[in-house]
């Protein structure tokens, strides 16, 4: 497989996803605001396709050619947005990422005061595939509560609970510790819905006052430090992802997931390697 279109090309608002710059609902924002230039004209709609031979300009600045599919596990710590702009303000990831990344968009969300593992990938095609509940990968999270959970006031969590009219699928719940006043769980589901956790422990009797999500599937968070990003190699996307047409760059033996490089907030690319070139976040 590879990164070429076909020859009549393909919507734009997919194209500008697959290169990292946006998701497609979001280009198509993108193009109502009329920050999206075509050929040297205002795009007015995303009804139109394109080719890598079209010149498109985002914020008066030239799209990159595509690079390869990459991912990276990033610690996001609590009182960050997870999204690229926040109406009220607030600071978001994207503000707290090393200069050195591409342009990348968030695997799912984390709500701003819950913290742990969030994946990042410079592919919209990607992030669309990691995020539907159909690829079955299981989300684990460790969560303290305030309360005195019993095995049996958990199980209603175990079977699905509805909560303000939304049904909420079978979670697994095991109490993990009782420590004071609180409780540490460790709770796993395979959809991610808005504050899940939260509102399905408030409807048996606990609040959440800790929330840390510790693997996606087959990546985890181990120990990596809160703000602290590490990028997947080549291989383990392959293996763990059934994706063939990534190329492999490095041999890792064994079946767990074996992350690469590490990049801290603040860090710059090497002298020699200049970080590649991409649209300014926003």
């Given at each position: 497989m590879t990164?070429?279109?076909?020859?009549e090309g393909e919507r734009i608002a997919k194209f500008l996803s697959r290169a990292g710059v946006a998701s497609r609902r979001e280009v198509e924002r993108m193009i109502e605001a009329g920050r999206i230039k075509l050929n040297g004209k205002l795009l007015d709609t995303p009804a139109v396709k394109v080719t890598e031979k079209d010149q498109i300009l985002v914020d008066d600045a030239p799209v990159a050619a595509k690079e390869p599919m990459r991912l990276w596990l990033y610690h996001?710590?609590?009182?960050?947005?997870?999204?690229?702009?926040?109406?009220?303000?607030?600071?978001?990831?994207?503000?707290?990422?090393?200069e050195s990344l591409p342009r990348v968009m968030t695997v799912g969300r984390l709500?701003?005061?819950?913290?742990?593992?969030?994946?990042?990938?410079?592919?919209?095609?990607?992030?669309?595939?990691?995020?539907?509940?159909?690829?079955?990968?299981?989300?684990?999270?460790?969560?303290?509560?305030?309360?005195?959970?019993?095995?049996?006031?958990?199980?209603?969590?175990?079977?699905?609970?509805?909560?303000?009219?939304?049904?909420?699928?079978?979670?697994?719940?095991?109490?993990?510790r009782?420590?004071?006043?609180?409780?540490?769980?460790?709770?796993?589901?395979?959809?991610?819905?808005?504050?899940?956790?939260?509102?399905?422990?408030?409807?048996?009797g606990l609040s959440v006052n800790r929330l840390i999500r510790v693997s996606y599937g087959p990546f985890q968070l181990k120990t990596l430090a809160a703000g602290e990003v590490e990028e997947v190699r080549q291989k383990v996307l392959?293996?763990?992802?059934?994706?063939?047409?990534v190329k492999a760059q490095v041999s890792v033996t064994g079946e767990k997931p074996v992350p690469s490089r590490k990049f801290k907030r603040g860090q710059k690319p090497k002298p020699g390697k200049p970080a590649r070139r991409s649209i300014q976040r926003r």
């Open positions: 990164n070429q279109l076909p020859p996001k710590p609590v009182g960050l947005v997870t999204s690229a702009r926040d109406e009220k303000g607030r600071k978001t990831v994207f503000d707290d990422l090393p709500d701003i005061n819950s913290e742990g593992l969030l994946l990042l990938t410079n592919d919209g095609g990607l992030k669309r595939k990691l995020e539907l509940p159909s690829t079955g990968w299981t989300r684990k999270y460790r969560v303290r509560v305030k309360g005195t959970p019993s095995d049996e006031s958990l199980e209603p969590l175990r079977r699905g609970v509805t909560v303000d009219g939304e049904r909420f699928q079978p979670m697994e719940v095991a109490l993990d009782q420590q004071g006043a609180n409780a540490w769980l460790t709770v796993g589901l395979r959809e991610g819905k808005n504050r899940e956790i939260r509102r399905a422990m408030e409807s048996v392959r293996d763990q992802l059934g994706l063939s047409h």
